[in-house]
């Protein structure tokens, strides 16, 4: 799990194609991997991926076709920038909010006008994705813990201040660049829960139990 608070924006170093996978080492740049080992999880623009070998300031990890095919990383060149976040600890603080790093799909960026000192970014996504998302929600762009402002449809737009512009991929990206969608998780277990065909309760015996009552 991660929290989509970016630690460090680091840089596409290779990628080497591997029998129709890809093998795909990344430049952490400041991000501190002292505590990482072979195997941990770190997130890259919102992708879980498995540490398989360990640099001083980078690693590597192997990129399935099927995540190739559904998120933004098959679009990436050398050089390119990425978000990354080391998986969470539990005594780590939650600043963000629970993201697994299992992207949803593509969403496409439709404007980004100032507002004030902020800027004001609009996303479009598929209609299997928009209907997740939902006005002051949480969303998770590119590995980035955002709060929706408002849904029109199938588009949605965010808030991003300075700090974000300039900590993250963010300040890369343009108008009709492809970023990586991950749902708020509740929004599926909720889905998941009235797509049942029960109807959900809390009930006295719930309370007592959880000690609510």
């Known amino acids: 799990m991660f929290t989509g608070i970016i630690q460090s924006v680091g840089r596409i170093a290779r990628l080497?194609?591997?029998?129709?996978?890809?093998?795909?080492?990344?430049?952490?740049?400041?991000?501190?991997?002292?505590?990482?080992q072979l195997g941990d999880s770190i997130?890259?623009?919102?992708?879980?991926?498995?540490?398989?070998?360990?640099?001083?300031?980078?690693?590597?990890?192997?990129?399935?076709?099927?995540?190739?095919?559904?998120?933004s990383l098959g679009q990436l060149k050398p050089g390119d920038p990425v978000n990354l976040e080391k998986a969470l600890r539990l005594a780590d603080r939650l600043g963000g909010h629970l993201v697994s790093g299992h992207v949803d799909g593509l969403g496409k960026v439709v404007s980004i006008t100032p507002d004030g000192r902020s800027q004001r970014w609009t996303f479009?996504?598929?209609?299997t994705i928009s209907r997740y998302i939902a006005a002051k929600g949480s969303v998770c762009i590119d590995g980035t813990s955002l709060t929706v402002n408002e849904v029109a449809g199938h588009r949605f737009g965010v808030n991003l201040i300075p700090h974000t512009v300039e900590h993250t991929a963010f300040s890369a990206r343009r108008v009709g660049d492809a970023v990586n969608i991950e749902v708020d998780v509740v929004a599926r277990y909720i889905e998941r829960l009235l797509s049942s065909g029960e109807t959900p309760r809390l009930d006295e015996a719930f309370l007592k139990q959880h000690g609510f009552a």
């Open 124 to 127: 479009e996504v598929p209609a």
């Open 16 to 36: 080497e194609p591997r029998g129709g996978d890809v093998r795909l080492a990344v430049d952490t740049a400041d991000l501190d991997l002292a505590d990482v």
């Open 43 to 71: 997130a890259v623009s919102g992708v879980c991926l498995t540490a398989i070998t360990l640099e001083p300031h980078g690693f590597s990890a192997d990129v399935s076709n099927e995540t190739l095919s559904l998120t």
